[in-house]
C-alpha cells in the first residue's frame, strides 16, 4: 500500500484508502453528487470537490412524474433537504409522521414503515439518474445524483 504525502491527489488517496474520498474522485467526468459545501441552485447542483456542474431534476417534477407517494414521498422529501449529507433515521420519521399528534406509532412500526418507503422508493427511482442509499449502520440516508 503506498503512502500518503503532500503530493497525493485525491484521487490516488481514495485509492490508497480503498474507498471514493471525494464524489468524483478527482475526476471531473467522474460521478458527482451534493456534499458538504455544495451549492443548489435551480436545476444543478456544484460538486464541492471538483467545482462541476450536475444536473438534478426538479424534486416536485419527479415526485409526480414516478407517482411516488406518501411516505415514500416524505422520504424523499427529507433526504433531498439533506443536500447529499447524511439524515438520521429521527429526522425521517419526523417527515414520515409530522401530521401525527402523537409523533408515531411505536420505533419497531417506524423502522418497518421507513424500510417498506426506502425499498418502493429505491424502485421508483430506478433508471432517473436519482437514488437515495443507506450511508451505514445507524448512519442515516443520503440523496446520490448520478450523471
Same mark, same amino acid.
Given at each position: 500500500m503506498a503512502a500518503l504525502d503532500a503530493t497525493t491527489t485525491a484521487a490516488e488517496a481514495s485509492?490508497?484508502?480503498?474507498?471514493?474520498?471525494?464524489?468524483?474522485a478527482g475526476n471531473p467526468r467522474g460521478r458527482s453528487?451534493? =456534499? @458538504? &459545501?455544495?451549492e443548489v441552485e435551480g436545476d444543478t447542483v456544484t460538486c464541492?470537490?471538483?467545482?462541476?456542474?450536475?444536473?438534478a431534476p426538479a424534486l416536485g417534477d419527479l415526485i409526480a412524474e414516478r407517482r411516488i407517494s406518501g411516505h415514500a414521498a416524505a422520504l424523499l422529501e427529507a433526504?433531498?433537504? =439533506? @443536500? &447529499?449529507?447524511?439524515v438520521m433515521s429521527h429526522v425521517v420519521f419526523d417527515a414520515l409522521y409530522a401530521d401525527d399528534p402523537d409523533g408515531g406509532p411505536?420505533?419497531?412500526?417506524?423502522?418497518?414503515?421507513?424500510?417498506k418507503a426506502f425499498d418502493g422508493l429505491?424502485?421508483?427511482?430506478?433508471?432517473? =439518474?436519482?437514488?437515495?442509499v443507506e450511508v451505514g449502520y445507524r448512519q442515516g440516508f443520503r440523496l446520490v445524483?448520478?450523471?
Amino acid at each position: 500500500m503506498a503512502a500518503l504525502d503532500a503530493t497525493t491527489t485525491a484521487a490516488e488517496a481514495s485509492t490508497v484508502r480503498g474507498r471514493v474520498a471525494c464524489p468524483c474522485a478527482g475526476n471531473p467526468r467522474g460521478r458527482s453528487t451534493p =456534499g @458538504k &459545501g455544495s451549492e443548489v441552485e435551480g436545476d444543478t447542483v456544484t460538486c464541492p470537490c471538483c467545482n462541476q456542474s450536475v444536473s438534478a431534476p426538479a424534486l416536485g417534477d419527479l415526485i409526480a412524474e414516478r407517482r411516488i407517494s406518501g411516505h415514500a414521498a416524505a422520504l424523499l422529501e427529507a433526504v433531498w433537504r =439533506g @443536500k &447529499g449529507m447524511p439524515v438520521m433515521s429521527h429526522v425521517v420519521f419526523d417527515a414520515l409522521y409530522a401530521d401525527d399528534p402523537d409523533g408515531g406509532p411505536s420505533p419497531t412500526v417506524m423502522y418497518r414503515a421507513l424500510r417498506k418507503a426506502f425499498d418502493g422508493l429505491s424502485a421508483r427511482l430506478k433508471d432517473t =439518474g436519482v437514488s437515495v442509499v443507506e450511508v451505514g449502520y445507524r448512519q442515516g440516508f443520503r440523496l446520490v445524483l448520478h450523471p
